[in-house]
């Protein structure tokens, strides 16, 4: 945003030592709906990008377009794609859209009956917000029946009030990206995250420990079946229902022998696959995202990435994803950004004049070459000039088009 020709001030709630070299950091929680709306008042704001899911499951988008500003984001109604996986499931089953076969249940009874009627492994799935937690996939029903146990019993807070059980899709899993202005829709990428907390894919899965972008498992042929089958029809249903969606739909998909199904689908551009698509994106991106917040992408020019690729790997506390530890102090950020590698802020504070761990994952340390096994090279030569003793990363992101690369 900052580089755009069009941004002229950026603001950026709360913001952390990372963004304020690029924005002016104002001290308002993302979920302080009344803060952030008495903030866009007194400052006049016209154009408002929402980041997180949070505040956009709350109603911040709503609040925002009644007071006629531009806002890039999905209302509430919309955003339930991301804020109830169950009412992304029932979409799924009105408009056709392939996805692994589910069912709903409100009750640990429920789940548990339910249960039998899946083969293992299963997935089990906190229908709410778990900052990308609730999901556990079950490789012995001993272990699914704990899973729906714990998420009944408040593992996950209230995302755990209801609860969606899944069958197990095997395949590749693979991130696209598309904007929306309500009624146009327009492609945006892709990328490829890894989940799970160590590496192989090992460990309870996370908010994402890395990723890579484009994706060239999503061949051309299959992300126009994924605008087709996938995103228009999701837009096309939310829309005729009278809840248009504005904004970016990132859907998870799985890549099966029957062709590319809906994992689930996020509100936002995601953490890490973000660092990766704007680390090769070329144009004007608030022009882009004002005009979807308008109604007028028809018009807005087309999309422009670079042709590199772009890998990110995420620097995170010790002992996340369960209970990182914060406070351990980051040293090293300067001299890891050279070759025009960009060490991304996530969850960072500043103390006693130097940046500290202030959350799980920490930084995003990101870089472009001409493959995949260039800008992976590139990203762990500048993770070890980082002098961060109480963090880790995994060493093997990016794994699966390396390993394609060297054959």
């Not at 903030?39 to 709350?58: N, Q, R, S, Y």
């Not at 969606?164 to 945006?188: C, H, N, P, R």
Request: charged fraction near 20%.
């Amino acid at each position: 945003m900052a580089q755009s020709p069009s941004c002229a001030k950026l603001y950026a709630a709360p913001g952390n030592p990372g963004i304020e070299a690029h924005a002016e950091c104002i001290a308002i929680a993302a979920d302080d709906i009344d803060g952030l709306i008495a903030f866009v008042k007194a400052h006049a704001i016209d154009f408002v990008v929402v980041g997180p899911e949070a505040p956009l499951v709350a109603g911040l988008a709503d609040r925002l377009r009644a007071l006629d500003v531009a806002v890039f984001g999905p209302g509430a109604a919309a955003a339930r794609l991301e804020g109830s996986k169950g009412f992304t499931k029932d979409l799924c089953a009105r408009a056709g859209i392939p996805t692994a076969a589910y069912v709903r249940c409100t009750s640990a009874d429920e789940a548990l009956a339910v249960l039998e009627g899946f083969s293992i492994p299963v997935v089990i799935k906190a229908d709410g917000l778990a900052a990308g937690k609730g999901v556990i996939i079950a490789e012995t029903i001993e272990e699914a029946e704990a899973a729906i146990d714990d998420m009944f019993d408040g593992a996950f807070g209230s995302a755990g009030a209801e609860v969606v059980i899944e069958e197990f899709m095997t395949g590749e899993e693979a991130s696209f990206f598309a904007l929306s202005d309500g009624k146009d829709v327009i492609a945006f990428g892709s990328a490829q995250d890894h989940k799970r907390v160590g590496d192989g894919d090992v460990g309870p899965n996370t908010g994402g420990m890395g990723a890579y972008s484009p994706a060239p498992v999503l061949t051309p042929d299959l992300e126009a079946a994924v605008m087709d089958r996938i995103i228009r029809p999701t837009v096309a249903t939310l829309a005729a229902e009278g809840t248009p969606y504005v904004g970016v739909l990132f859907a998870g998909l799985m890549l099966t022998d029957a062709g590319p199904k809906l994992i689930e689908y996020n509100a936002r551009f995601g953490d890490p696959e973000c660092q990766v698509l704007m680390m090769r994106y070329a144009g004007d991106l608030a022009a882009l995202l004002h005009a979807a917040s308008t109604g007028a992408l028809a018009e807005a020019a087309s999309p422009a990435f670079a042709s590199d690729y772009a890998l990110t790997v995420v620097m995170a506390a010790n002992g996340y994803p369960a209970a990182p530890e914060k406070g351990g102090a980051i040293h090293g950020i300067a001299k890891a950004e050279t070759g025009g590698v960009r060490v991304f802020h996530a969850g960072t504070a500043r103390e006693g004049g130097q940046i500290v761990a202030a959350g799980g994952r920490v930084l995003n340390v990101t870089a472009t070459g001409r493959t995949v096994t260039e800008a992976q090279a590139r990203a762990y030569a500048a993770i070890d000039k980082l002098d961060f003793a109480s963090g880790f990363c995994r060493r093997d992101i990016g794994w699966r088009e390396v390993a394609r690369e060297a054959q």
